[in-house]
């Protein structure tokens, strides 16, 4: 059962412009993380926000998390073409195991 | 250099040959785990180990197998692969903290045909 869940699927901006993606989830959490992936490779993590923060940055990144609305978003200011990508989130379910659970994750496209 | 190995990276095989793809990791992480990437359905875990010995399902462990018989190593097993398992196959590890992972470190993934 997919977890969590991107919004939008797919995203088209200008250069310089800022990009929001929504991930919201369904069961209790430990921590929600964001990846990065360009075009079937390999994924490459971006920011990690535990249940008792609600924000985080790292560089042009900001991530919010909101455990009473089950909800997360990632924020790419000043986007660049290289920030084209996908992009997910991902779910350290409190369920007593570790299972990790992503999302669909959204497609981003940065135009020069 | 830190690193989660797999190979093979491209496999292409026939419906009922027996696989394996090995996943390796050099950071000592307690956890790794296996997904596998179709699209439009981003990732989903096929199993996760939290350490030798210890494996458990994730969502998607129907047709597949894994053991952990070394801390470094998490070999993915398709004992007889169908052609619904043919798909983009990722191995990660991660240390683990009090009540979860850690940050994920990902292989360069395993592109799998099954015809």
């Known amino acids: 059962s997919q977890q969590g869940e991107e919004d939008p699927q797919a995203l088209s901006i200008q250069e310089g412009e800022n990009a929001t993606m929504n991930c919201s989830y369904k069961t209790s959490i430990n921590n929600l993380q964001w990846y990065r992936q360009n075009s079937g490779r390999g994924l490459v993590h971006l920011i990690l926000?535990?249940?008792?923060?609600r924000e985080k940055h790292s560089g042009r990144l900001r991530v919010t998390l909101d455990t009473s609305k089950k909800s997360s978003s990632l924020l790419i200011t000043a986007s660049r073409a290289a920030d084209t990508a996908s992009y997910f989130c991902a779910t350290d379910a409190n369920t007593g195991g570790f299972k990790t659970i992503f999302g669909a994750g959204t497609r981003l496209f940065v135009k020069a | 250099e830190a690193q989660v190995t797999q190979n093979p990276r491209y496999l292409i095989t026939v419906t009922g040959k027996k696989l394996t793809v090995t996943c390796s990791q050099n950071?000592?992480?307690?956890?790794m785990s296996w997904y596998r990437q179709d699209p439009g359905l981003g990732l989903r875990q096929i199993y996760y180990s939290m350490n030798v010995e210890v494996t458990d399902k994730g969502d998607v462990p129907e047709g597949y197998k894994v053991s952990r018989k070394e801390k470094r190593n998490f070999p993915l097993i398709l004992e007889s692969p169908s052609p619904n398992q043919t798909s983009l196959y990722f191995c990660?590890?991660?240390?683990?903290?009090?009540?979860?992972?850690?940050?994920?470190?990902f292989g360069p993934g395993t592109r799998l045909t099954v015809l």
């Open positions: 926000i535990r249940s008792n923060e």
């Open positions: 950071m000592n992480h307690e956890y």
């Open positions: 990660a590890s991660s240390s683990l903290l009090a009540d979860s992972t850690d940050t994920q470190y």
